[in-house]
């Protein structure tokens, strides 16, 4: 199950989740449930210190898969490096994350 926080969410309570749930990726998204941004562990890993917003660290514009387009999901997942890609609606609304063990 994948991590979705809001913006305005605290750095380190971000950590916090992905300790708790164990999971590779969060997901930002706004009030509405858009979409619009992404953390990998990476990105916390190379962190000096947990201070600060989600949103100061977050990657703008993330790599998704729409619902309809599943198909093309193992593409963007390979072209990109990914072991998982956020699936959105029409309307960009994050719906969840797809593993690329769902797929292979």
Do not use: C
């Not at 991590?3 to 969060?26: C, D, P, Q, W």
């Not at 599943?70 to 797809?98: G, Q």
Request: neutral net charge; proline residues 2%; charged residues 25%.
């Amino acid at each position: 199950m994948a991590i979705t926080l809001t913006m305005g969410t605290t750095i380190s309570a971000a950590v916090e989740e992905t300790k708790r749930k164990n999971e590779r990726s969060i997901y930002i998204v706004d009030n509405a449930g858009i979409l619009v941004g992404a953390i990998s562990q990476g990105d916390i890993i190379r962190l000096d210190q947990f201070k600060g917003f989600v949103e100061s660290i977050m990657q703008l514009n993330p790599v998704y898969v729409q619902e309809k387009d599943l198909h093309t999901a193992l593409k963007l997942m390979k072209e990109n490096r990914f072991f998982e890609i956020p699936v959105v609606d029409k309307n960009y609304k994050f719906l969840r994350s797809l593993s690329i063990w769902e797929l292979i």
